[in-house]
């Protein structure tokens, strides 16, 4: 099996040893595991691509290369050049610092990497750890992915729904704040929306006495819908949510069809 590796929170980030850990074991000893991710940290770039200018790209050793894009950039970097057109078997995303659970899926570029192998036909993964006071203090805060990480791709791999329509199915999966041996199981769960808190922003004045806006986040320990995925991970679960880049709201063409006749 050829896997390709990237993230959003950059080549040297903690996460991306634990991916290549995690698919190393998925590929076995006579598979290949190719690494493109960002020169830089991408967080919250969603499924942008570097259409309006060129990036640059580096092999830094064997199988792996940093790219100057976005996750999405590295993906199609890493078809179309590093791999000259031999699409991989499996693309996996992250493992992100934080999780990419309820609205913050919106703005992931981990999401990002993940929905653009999707598109180009290739199944992936995209994998986050949820922060909080059960992985402060631990060894390494990705230890719930580090345990269950290959076991919960094995599972997709082989038991998964995996389509084959136009808007492919990919999977966002989230590892809960607690110790490995904490975690509960995993659970299927859809998008939850995290009320009464959103992403802002905070002018601030800089030495020179330049305004600036910092772009900030909401709480994310603010549960979400029992049964939905942020809330799912505060109890101590792995969530699962398979996904689809259709942005199309199914379950209003008909009516709004109706109404605008």
Not at 46 to 75: F, K, N, Q, T
Not at 91 to 104: D, I, K, P, Q, Y
Request: with cysteine; net charge negative; glycine share 10%.
């Amino acid at each position: 099996m050829r896997i390709l590796i990237t993230n959003d929170d950059g080549i040297n980030a903690p996460g991306l040893e634990v991916l290549t850990a995690i698919a190393h074991e998925i590929a076995g000893p006579e598979g290949e595991v190719w690494t493109v991710a960002p020169a830089f940290e991408q967080s919250g770039v969603g499924h942008c691509i570097s259409y309006s200018h060129p990036m640059m790209i580096a092999r830094l050793s064997d199988r792996r290369y940093a790219a100057e894009g976005s996750p999405a950039d590295c993906v199609l970097a890493a078809i179309y050049d590093v791999l000259d057109g031999a699409k991989p078997d499996l693309v996996l995303s992250g493992v992100n610092r934080g999780n990419n659970a309820a609205e913050n899926t919106l703005y992931s570029g981990t999401i990002g990497g993940a929905m653009e192998a999707a598109l180009q036909g290739i199944p992936s993964v995209a994998l986050s750890q949820y922060m909080g006071r059960g992985t402060d203090d631990l060894d390494t805060p990705f230890e719930a992915a580090v345990v269950h990480g290959a076991a919960v791709v094995r599972r997709l791999l082989e038991k998964g729904i995996w389509t084959q329509d136009d808007y492919r199915v990919f999977y966002n999966v989230n590892f809960p704040p607690v110790a490995a041996d904490k975690v509960l199981g995993t659970k299927v769960a859809a998008i939850g929306f995290r009320r009464d808190t959103s992403f802002s922003c905070e002018p601030q004045i800089s030495p020179t006495g330049r305004r600036y806006l910092w772009i900030k986040g909401g709480p994310q320990h603010t549960p979400t819908l029992p049964g939905t995925d942020a809330a799912v991970n505060l109890e101590g679960w792995i969530s699962v949510t398979p996904m689809r880049a259709d942005l199309t709201a199914h379950d209003l063409l008909a009516r709004l069809e109706a109404q605008l006749a």
